[in-house]
Protein backbone atom coordinates (compact mmCIF):
# COMPACT_ATOMS: atom_id res chain seq x y z
CA UNK A 1 0.00 0.00 0.00
CA UNK A 2 2.95 2.14 0.11
CA UNK A 3 2.34 4.11 -3.26
CA UNK A 4 -1.75 4.53 -2.56
CA UNK A 5 -2.64 8.03 -2.29
CA UNK A 6 -6.58 8.02 -1.50
CA UNK A 7 -9.23 5.55 -0.47
CA UNK A 8 -12.12 7.03 -1.83
CA UNK A 9 -14.53 3.47 -1.01
CA UNK A 10 -17.47 4.59 -0.64
CA UNK A 11 -19.88 1.34 -1.17
CA UNK A 12 -22.44 1.23 1.36
CA UNK A 13 -21.51 -2.43 1.82
CA UNK A 14 -17.93 -1.95 3.10
CA UNK A 15 -18.93 -3.29 6.61
CA UNK A 16 -14.62 -3.78 7.78
CA UNK A 17 -11.22 -3.16 6.49
CA UNK A 18 -8.43 -4.37 7.84
CA UNK A 19 -6.34 -1.39 6.85
CA UNK A 20 -3.38 0.22 5.18
CA UNK A 21 -0.68 0.32 7.51
CA UNK A 22 2.61 2.32 6.45
CA UNK A 23 0.68 3.93 3.20
CA UNK A 24 3.26 6.79 3.09
CA UNK A 25 1.74 8.35 0.19
CA UNK A 26 -2.15 7.99 1.43
CA UNK A 27 -3.17 11.61 2.15
CA UNK A 28 -7.05 11.10 2.23
CA UNK A 29 -9.54 8.40 3.39
CA UNK A 30 -13.37 8.05 3.79
CA UNK A 31 -14.66 5.70 5.92
CA UNK A 32 -17.96 4.46 4.75
CA UNK A 33 -21.02 5.00 7.75
CA UNK A 34 -21.47 1.52 7.44
CA UNK A 35 -17.99 0.82 9.08
CA UNK A 36 -18.34 0.15 12.74
CA UNK A 37 -14.38 -0.55 13.47
CA UNK A 38 -11.35 0.73 12.50
CA UNK A 39 -9.12 -1.73 13.38
CA UNK A 40 -5.81 -2.10 15.08
CA UNK A 41 -2.71 -0.31 12.61
CA UNK A 42 -5.38 0.66 10.48
CA UNK A 43 -3.84 3.99 9.30
CA UNK A 44 0.39 3.45 11.26
CA UNK A 45 3.14 5.36 9.71
CA UNK A 46 0.83 6.59 7.09
CA UNK A 47 2.91 10.00 7.50
CA UNK A 48 0.91 11.67 4.96
CA UNK A 49 -2.91 11.41 5.89
CA UNK A 50 -4.08 14.65 6.45
CA UNK A 51 -7.75 14.17 6.26
CA UNK A 52 -10.01 11.91 7.01
CA UNK A 53 -13.64 12.07 6.54
CA UNK A 54 -17.46 9.42 6.84
CA UNK A 55 -16.77 7.75 10.13
CA UNK A 56 -20.25 7.88 11.11
CA UNK A 57 -21.00 4.26 12.27
CA UNK A 58 -17.85 3.76 14.44
CA UNK A 59 -17.76 2.64 17.83
CA UNK A 60 -14.28 1.98 17.97
CA UNK A 61 -11.02 2.93 17.23
CA UNK A 62 -8.31 0.34 17.66
CA UNK A 63 -5.00 0.30 19.03
CA UNK A 64 -2.30 2.24 16.90
CA UNK A 65 -5.08 3.11 14.65
CA UNK A 66 -3.74 6.74 13.68
CA UNK A 67 -0.12 5.88 15.33
CA UNK A 68 2.08 8.74 13.10
CA UNK A 69 -0.01 10.15 10.69
CA UNK A 70 0.16 13.85 9.59
CA UNK A 71 -3.34 14.06 10.92
CA UNK A 72 -4.20 18.10 11.56
CA UNK A 73 -7.35 17.93 13.18
CA UNK A 74 -10.06 14.79 14.07
CA UNK A 75 -13.49 14.44 15.07
CA UNK A 76 -14.43 11.71 17.22
CA UNK A 77 -17.72 10.96 16.61
CA UNK A 78 -20.61 10.65 19.18
CA UNK A 79 -21.00 7.16 18.27
CA UNK A 80 -17.80 5.80 19.68
CA UNK A 81 -17.86 3.89 22.63
CA UNK A 82 -13.90 3.07 23.09
CA UNK A 83 -10.67 4.71 21.81
CA UNK A 84 -7.31 2.26 21.90
CA UNK A 85 -4.24 2.62 23.33
CA UNK A 86 -1.96 4.94 21.21
CA UNK A 87 -4.82 5.41 18.64
CA UNK A 88 -3.49 8.95 17.97
CA UNK A 89 -0.26 9.15 19.42
CA UNK A 90 2.58 11.18 17.83
CA UNK A 91 0.48 13.51 15.37
CA UNK A 92 0.76 16.96 13.98
CA UNK A 93 -3.03 17.66 15.09
CA UNK A 94 -3.39 21.18 17.54
CA UNK A 95 -7.31 19.85 17.67
CA UNK A 96 -9.08 17.12 18.79
CA UNK A 97 -12.74 16.25 19.32
CA UNK A 98 -13.78 13.36 21.71
CA UNK A 99 -17.14 12.16 21.24
CA UNK A 100 -19.70 12.33 23.80
CA UNK A 101 -20.37 9.14 24.25
CA UNK A 102 -16.60 7.88 24.88
CA UNK A 103 -16.45 5.67 28.19
CA UNK A 104 -12.54 4.77 27.68
CA UNK A 105 -9.64 5.97 26.45
CA UNK A 106 -6.56 3.76 26.17
CA UNK A 107 -2.85 4.51 27.02
CA UNK A 108 -0.80 7.43 25.38
CA UNK A 109 -3.74 7.81 23.30
CA UNK A 110 -3.33 11.20 22.31
CA UNK A 111 0.61 11.50 23.51
CA UNK A 112 2.99 13.52 21.81
CA UNK A 113 0.75 15.32 19.78
CA UNK A 114 0.17 18.93 19.31
CA UNK A 115 -2.79 19.27 21.64
CA UNK A 116 -3.70 22.81 23.13
CA UNK A 117 -6.82 22.24 24.53
CA UNK A 118 -8.51 18.92 25.96
CA UNK A 119 -12.09 18.32 27.41
CA UNK A 120 -12.71 14.93 28.37
CA UNK A 121 -16.30 14.17 28.11
CA UNK A 122 -18.51 13.34 31.07
CA UNK A 123 -19.60 10.06 29.41
CA UNK A 124 -15.54 9.34 30.05
CA UNK A 125 -15.30 6.39 32.38
CA UNK A 126 -11.79 5.29 32.22
CA UNK A 127 -8.61 6.88 31.76
CA UNK A 128 -5.57 4.92 30.87
CA UNK A 129 -1.93 6.09 31.84
CA UNK A 130 -0.32 8.32 29.60
CA UNK A 131 -3.29 9.24 27.35
CA UNK A 132 -2.36 13.09 27.30
CA UNK A 133 1.47 12.97 27.81
CA UNK A 134 3.97 14.89 27.11
CA UNK A 135 1.83 18.29 25.82
CA UNK A 136 1.47 21.47 26.16
CA UNK A 137 -1.36 22.34 27.01
CA UNK A 138 -3.47 25.94 27.67
CA UNK A 139 -6.55 24.73 28.86
CA UNK A 140 -8.02 21.42 30.41
CA UNK A 141 -11.36 20.15 30.98
CA UNK A 142 -12.19 16.71 33.12
CA UNK A 143 -15.55 15.20 32.70
CA UNK A 144 -17.85 14.55 35.50
CA UNK A 145 -17.80 10.61 34.45
CA UNK A 146 -14.48 9.96 35.80
CA UNK A 147 -14.21 6.98 38.12
CA UNK A 148 -10.98 5.21 37.11
CA UNK A 149 -7.37 6.63 35.97
CA UNK A 150 -4.67 3.98 35.91
CA UNK A 151 -1.39 5.66 35.71
CA UNK A 152 -0.16 9.16 35.20
CA UNK A 153 -2.42 10.88 32.24
CA UNK A 154 -0.60 13.94 31.93
CA UNK A 155 2.52 12.76 32.88
CA UNK A 156 5.23 15.46 30.99
CA UNK A 157 2.47 17.78 30.09
CA UNK A 158 2.43 21.27 31.48
CA UNK A 159 -1.20 22.76 31.23
CA UNK A 160 -0.36 26.69 31.01
CA UNK A 161 -4.19 28.70 31.51
CA UNK A 162 -7.39 26.78 33.17
CA UNK A 163 -7.90 23.56 34.52
CA UNK A 164 -11.59 22.66 35.19
CA UNK A 165 -12.53 19.37 36.93
CA UNK A 166 -15.66 18.00 37.00
CA UNK A 167 -14.95 14.41 38.27
CA UNK A 168 -15.60 13.70 41.88
CA UNK A 169 -12.69 10.68 41.91
CA UNK A 170 -10.10 12.99 39.96
CA UNK A 171 -10.20 15.70 42.92
CA UNK A 172 -10.23 12.76 45.62
CA UNK A 173 -7.43 11.30 43.58
CA UNK A 174 -5.46 13.89 42.92
CA UNK A 175 -1.90 13.07 43.19
CA UNK A 176 -2.78 9.88 40.58
CA UNK A 177 -4.19 11.76 38.50
CA UNK A 178 -1.73 14.85 38.20
CA UNK A 179 1.37 12.76 38.61
CA UNK A 180 4.34 13.89 36.88
CA UNK A 181 2.14 17.11 35.50
CA UNK A 182 3.03 20.65 35.71
CA UNK A 183 0.51 22.83 36.50
CA UNK A 184 2.01 25.54 38.59
CA UNK A 185 1.48 27.62 35.63
CA UNK A 186 -2.13 27.67 35.96
CA UNK A 187 -3.94 30.78 36.89
CA UNK A 188 -7.59 29.46 36.79
CA UNK A 189 -8.86 26.50 38.63
CA UNK A 190 -12.31 25.44 38.51
CA UNK A 191 -14.23 22.84 40.61
CA UNK A 192 -17.23 22.62 38.89
CA UNK A 193 -18.07 19.04 41.39
CA UNK A 194 -19.99 17.88 44.36
CA UNK A 195 -16.40 16.39 46.22
CA UNK A 196 -16.53 16.90 49.63
CA UNK A 197 -12.43 17.56 49.89
CA UNK A 198 -9.79 19.06 48.32
CA UNK A 199 -6.02 18.52 49.15
CA UNK A 200 -3.47 21.51 50.12
CA UNK A 201 -2.41 22.74 46.42
CA UNK A 202 0.40 25.24 46.05
CA UNK A 203 -0.16 27.21 42.69
CA UNK A 204 1.78 29.85 42.61
CA UNK A 205 0.18 31.77 39.65
CA UNK A 206 -2.72 31.04 40.76
CA UNK A 207 -5.67 34.00 40.46
CA UNK A 208 -9.15 32.57 40.21
CA UNK A 209 -10.23 29.65 42.11
CA UNK A 210 -13.88 28.20 42.25
CA UNK A 211 -14.50 26.04 45.02
CA UNK A 212 -17.66 23.32 44.81
CA UNK A 213 -21.00 23.66 46.11
CA UNK A 214 -20.95 20.85 49.48
CA UNK A 215 -17.33 20.79 50.23
CA UNK A 216 -16.89 19.72 53.47
CA UNK A 217 -12.81 20.50 53.78
CA UNK A 218 -9.89 21.45 52.20
CA UNK A 219 -5.91 21.33 52.30
CA UNK A 220 -4.98 25.06 51.22
CA UNK A 221 -3.87 27.04 49.21
CA UNK A 222 -0.64 28.49 50.67
CA UNK A 223 1.57 30.55 48.87
CA UNK A 224 -0.86 31.19 45.98
CA UNK A 225 0.58 34.78 45.76
CA UNK A 226 -1.82 35.83 42.78
CA UNK A 227 -4.85 34.57 44.64
CA UNK A 228 -7.23 37.48 44.29
CA UNK A 229 -10.61 36.46 45.74
CA UNK A 230 -12.20 33.56 47.18
CA UNK A 231 -15.75 32.34 47.76
CA UNK A 232 -15.31 29.63 50.31
CA UNK A 233 -18.69 27.61 50.71
CA UNK A 234 -21.40 27.58 53.60
CA UNK A 235 -20.64 24.00 54.17
CA UNK A 236 -17.15 24.47 55.00
CA UNK A 237 -16.70 24.32 59.06
CA UNK A 238 -12.83 24.87 59.52
CA UNK A 239 -10.66 27.09 57.19
CA UNK A 240 -7.23 24.96 58.09
CA UNK A 241 -3.68 25.84 59.47
CA UNK A 242 -1.76 28.19 56.97
CA UNK A 243 -4.75 27.37 54.11
CA UNK A 244 -3.92 30.76 52.49
CA UNK A 245 -0.69 30.93 53.67
CA UNK A 246 1.49 33.96 51.94
CA UNK A 247 -1.13 34.32 49.34
CA UNK A 248 -0.30 38.04 49.60
CA UNK A 249 -2.72 38.99 46.68
CA UNK A 250 -5.56 38.09 48.60
CA UNK A 251 -8.22 40.87 48.82
CA UNK A 252 -11.73 39.33 49.37
CA UNK A 253 -12.87 36.35 51.22
CA UNK A 254 -16.61 35.36 51.25
CA UNK A 255 -19.18 32.51 52.23
CA UNK A 256 -17.51 31.31 55.76
CA UNK A 257 -21.14 31.63 56.71
CA UNK A 258 -20.86 28.07 58.52
CA UNK A 259 -17.04 28.39 59.43
CA UNK A 260 -16.67 27.29 63.31
CA UNK A 261 -12.47 27.76 63.37
CA UNK A 262 -9.82 29.08 61.73
CA UNK A 263 -6.26 27.77 61.91
CA UNK A 264 -3.26 28.89 62.95
CA UNK A 265 -1.92 31.02 60.19
CA UNK A 266 -4.69 30.60 58.16
CA UNK A 267 -4.11 33.76 56.23
CA UNK A 268 -0.96 35.04 57.37
CA UNK A 269 0.83 37.55 55.21
CA UNK A 270 -1.89 37.82 52.81
CA UNK A 271 -3.52 40.41 51.30
CA UNK A 272 -6.59 41.00 53.02
CA UNK A 273 -7.88 44.68 53.93
CA UNK A 274 -10.80 43.38 56.26
CA UNK A 275 -12.54 40.38 57.14
CA UNK A 276 -15.53 39.74 58.56
CA UNK A 277 -15.39 36.76 61.04
CA UNK A 278 -18.94 35.35 61.60
CA UNK A 279 -20.73 34.37 64.42
Known amino acids: HRDLHSFPTRRSSDLSFGGFPDAYNLTSVYIPNSVTSIPDAAFINCTSLKTVTGCAGITSIGNNAFYNTGLESFVIPDTVITIGREAFLNNPFKNI ?70 SNYVTQNWGNSFNGCNINSINTLLFICNSQTIPSLVLPNLANLTLPEGLVSFGGFSNCTN ?15 AAFYNCTSLKNVTGCSSVTSIGNSAFYNSGLESFVIPD
Do not use: R
Open 97 to 166: TIGQNVLTIGSTAFANTLLTDVVIPDSVKTIESGVFQELILSDATIGSGVTSINGAPFYGTSITNSLTIK
Open 227 to 241: LVSIHIPNSVTKIPN
